[in-house]
């Protein structure tokens, strides 16, 4: 079993600073290894000798440090043999290959002599992770949905890095190769029995955490029920005005923790005054730390409310949970641009409205509480379900009649046969269903309950042409 604890660090100044260098360092070199792996893909089309236009100077195809036809790469240096006397992997990774140059690093800068090897090993293979990832995307999603191109990274975006080996606790201190023993609060007690595997540090506004893994090989992992034998399963709607609504008619509501009144006017407040200060001045820094330190207290309220939500979720005496499968990144993109076709000027689309949609869906962070039911569920047993959700809130529970006008804000009201409910809590009785289908196939509407559903005689219904409430509307038509 793997598993990872964090902890905050209490380290002295000395060991602070030194830390702070080595993120920029690894930094530097995360980017410098990228820079290479781009330039040897370009380097493919060139024949003869060009002109860098980053650089301004000569450059040749050869100059690359993982070019397999460069001199320095040596990407066909390997040393393992096979039982026949052939060599097992003939052509190195570019990882591989930067991996190996790292002692000429030291050699030529020797200021990286003071970071531990296993360090910068894992800062490579960050690389090559992300390098990873992106491909696995291109193979199972073409049309360019998930994670993008590795991009180069700034400060903002790099402030921590791993430990491989040579990690070592004592109670509340730990042991950091090249930075020494240091104290840490032992909120959580490490199990015996379980060893140390790695250990990620990491930088946020209020000082230095911790993430360690640990594993005990004696401790099989967590295993899912079989489908088979789910006999329950409970559906997930996730909302904004509600945080979550559940099949069984419950609803969580949304704190809204950086979209309420009272945080959107802090914030404000504390931006403005960042930006009257001069660039560059300590007073500037300070007033960005203030700001930094609130964005983590609403952070810090976040995660330990979506912890509390997720318990909740996962504790009831279901065997199954159906979440829906949302394309999250998609739901946050920008309205398309609409232009005059006879004048050429830009119309309206809807993008200042759209853009408190976005600021409250990132607000209530869906992806996260997902994990964290995800991760609890995976704990007790309990399997999890990937629902898709379109047109989950707009199709009818009682005929199946789908059509956007059956929604009107929070309310359902079916055009063709009456049927109406808290349109929430019918999309999740919907997911639930959908659940059953994977699980059962046809079987599933076989213990649909509609008690709890009232009827409408169709005649003293017609189909509404009006929105109702825009900002709803648009909630559950971005999500279907």
């Keep these: 079993m793997l598993i990872n ?31 290479d792996r781009i330039t040897q893909y370009n380097q493919q089309f060139f024949q003869g000798d060009y ?38 992997n003939p052509r190195r990774s570019a990882g591989d290959i930067q991996i190996t140059g790292l002692p000429e690093l030291k050699k030529a800068r020797p200021w990286f002599s003071e970071i531990d090897s296993t ?7 960050r690389l090559d992770t992300a390098y990873k990832n992106f491909f696995e995307r291109q193979v ?37 190769p090249k930075l020494g023993w240091m104290r840490f609060f032992n909120s959580r007690v490490i199990p015996v029995c379980f060893t140390i595997k790695a250990a990620t540090i990491r ?40 945080l979550v609504h559940l099949s069984d008619r419950h609803q969580i509501d949304n704190p809204k923790f950086s979209t309420n009144k009272k945080a959107k006017r802090t914030l404000k407040i504390r931006q403005r005054r960042v930006s009257k200060k001069l660039k560059g001045s300590k007073n500037r820094k300070k007033a960005a730390n203030k700001l930094g330190h609130f964005h983590k207290k609403i952070t810090d309220k976040r995660v330990a409310y979506q912890w509390d939500i997720a318990n909740k979720i996962v504790s009831k005496s279901v065997d199954a949970i159906a979440l829906e499968d949302l394309n999250i990144s998609g739901m946050l993109k920008r309205c398309k641009v609409k232009t005059d076709e006879t004048t050429g000027r830009f119309l309206k689309n809807g993008q200042s409205r759209k853009k408190g949609l976005n600021r409250a869906i990132s607000d209530a962070s869906w992806s996260e ?9 995976a704990k007790q047993g ?23 006008s059956n929604r009107d804000g929070e309310k359902f009201i079916c055009t063709e046969c009456g049927y109406h409910e808290h349109a929430d809590i019918g999309a999740a009785k919907t997911i639930r269903d959908r659940g059953f289908k994977i699980v059962r196939g046809d079987s599933a509407k076989l213990g649909v309950n509609h008690q709890n559903a009232q009827k409408v005689s169709p005649r003293s219904m017609s189909k509404r042409g009006e929105f109702g409430n825009l900002c709803k509307q648009d909630i559950k038509s971005v999500k279907s």
Aim: net charge positive; hydrophobic share 30%.
């Design 51 to 88: 002109c860098d236009i980053r650089t301004r100077g000569e450059a040749c195809p050869l100059t690359c440090f993982v070019s397999k036809n460069g001199a320095s790469g040596e990407p066909w240096k390997d040393t393992k043999v096979d039982k026949d006397g052939k060599l097992k």
């Design 382 to 404: 309990k399997v999890v379900i990937k629902i898709n959700p379109i047109h989950s809130s707009q199709e009818c529970r009682n005929c199946g009649h789908i059509d956007k």
């Design 119 to 125: 360090v910068l090993q894992q800062n490579v293979k």
């Design 203 to 242: 930088k946020r506004q209020d000082g230095w955490y911790v993430s360690i893994r640990i594993e005990d090989k004696t401790i099989p992992d967590y295993i899912s029920k079989p489908l088979d034998e789910v006999n329950s399963i409970l559906g997930c709607d996730m909302g904004i005005t509600k």
């Design 5 to 35: 604890y964090a902890y905050k660090l209490r380290p002295n100044i000395t060991q602070s600073n030194k830390m702070s260098g080595w993120v920029d360092m690894l930094r530097s070199t995360y980017n410098w290894s990228l820079a």
């Design 369 to 377: 509480l997902i994990l964290k039911i995800e991760y609890l569920a």
């Design 140 to 176: 199972a999603s073409p049309s360019g949905e998930g994670r993008g191109f590795p991009k180069f990274k700034n400060r903002s975006n790099f402030t921590s890095f791993t430990y491989q080996m040579g990690v070592k606790v004592q109670g509340s201190k730990i042991y950091l």
